[in-house]
């Protein structure tokens, strides 16, 4: 199971690279394969096909993206002390991902909230941009 968005986003990242390196050999050989008067139409097929998965791909990455706000948002809010009108207001648009409802809160109550939803948009971003390993023995390897 993926633990976190980040290690999400760099699994879909992984998988990307690899479809990268194989797409112009596949292309090769599936033009390679067919009546050259038959090649345009084999191109367009297949570029169609790249286009829709790529469709997939973006959809697959970014639902969990989106989906880790919504679902931590309340979770992060409640211990917070605000009103409980101002938790309501505040909580909703945090969830979707708008940090810009902060700036509405009255100025003492700003940093706790800051405080509470940080971790909800930064948690595992530093495992998913740390660099891959240098030296010999590192290849192509990233640890997540």
């Known amino acids: 199971m993926i633990g976190s968005p980040a290690s999400a986003v760099g699994l879909f990242a992984l998988a990307q690279l690899e479809v990268s390196l194989l797409g112009a050999p596949a292309t090769v050989a599936l033009l390679a ?8 139409t084999a191109s367009g097929v ?9 469709m997939f791909g973006v959809a697959l990455t970014g639902t969990p993206l989106i989906q880790h706000p919504h679902d931590a948002g309340p979770g992060a809010m409640r211990g ?4 409980p009108a101002a ?11 708008d940090l810009s409802v902060i700036a509405g809160l009255p100025g003492q109550a700003r940093q706790p ?3 509470a ?3 909800i ?6 495992s998913a941009s740390r660099p891959p390993p240098s030296g010999p023995s590192s290849g192509a390897c990233w640890h997540w």
Request: charged share 25%.
């Open 33 to 40: 394969s067919v009546r050259p008067e038959q090649a345009g």
């Open 46 to 54: 297949s570029n169609t096909f790249r286009q829709v998965g790529s």
């Open 80 to 83: 917070v002390r605000l009103d």
């Open 87 to 97: 938790r309501d207001e505040t909580t909703g648009p945090l969830s979707s991902g």
């Open 113 to 115: 909230v800051r405080d």
């Open 117 to 119: 939803v940080a971790p």
């Open 121 to 126: 948009f930064t948690d595992g971003l530093p």
